[in-house]
């Protein structure tokens, strides 16, 4: 039965597009994956320099949008426990806001 973990995943889903949102990183919604392509094309530099500065400087790494022809895109899993998608997104919060200052 698969239905335990697609309500998982579902909710895993829910939060980080609500965390995205409340950085205000535009995101499509995703119909089936366990990834989402927030928006970087705000903060003016390339998705490769964006994941790059993520892992250094918050210790989170997310993939850039250009290994998907997504630039301007960055990919972030939710295959993870919840514990860690929470710790994850409080640290590219972080980080998107000191792009933003």
Avoid: Q, W
Wanted: hydrophobic residues 45%; glycine residues 6%.
């Amino acid at each position: 039965d698969v239905a335990p973990a697609r309500e998982l995943y579902r909710a895993r889903r829910a939060v980080v597009l609500e965390r995205l949102a409340a950085m205000g990183l535009d995101v499509v919604h995703p119909a089936g994956a366990f990834y989402v392509f927030p928006s970087i094309e705000k903060f003016g530099i390339s998705s490769e320099e964006f994941c790059l500065r993520l892992i250094d400087e918050a210790g989170v790494a997310l993939v850039p949008g250009s290994c998907f022809s997504a630039e301007g895109y960055v990919r972030l899993s939710y295959c993870c426990s919840m514990e860690n998608l929470e710790e994850g997104l409080d640290r590219l919060e972080s980080f998107v806001r000191t792009l933003e200052a």
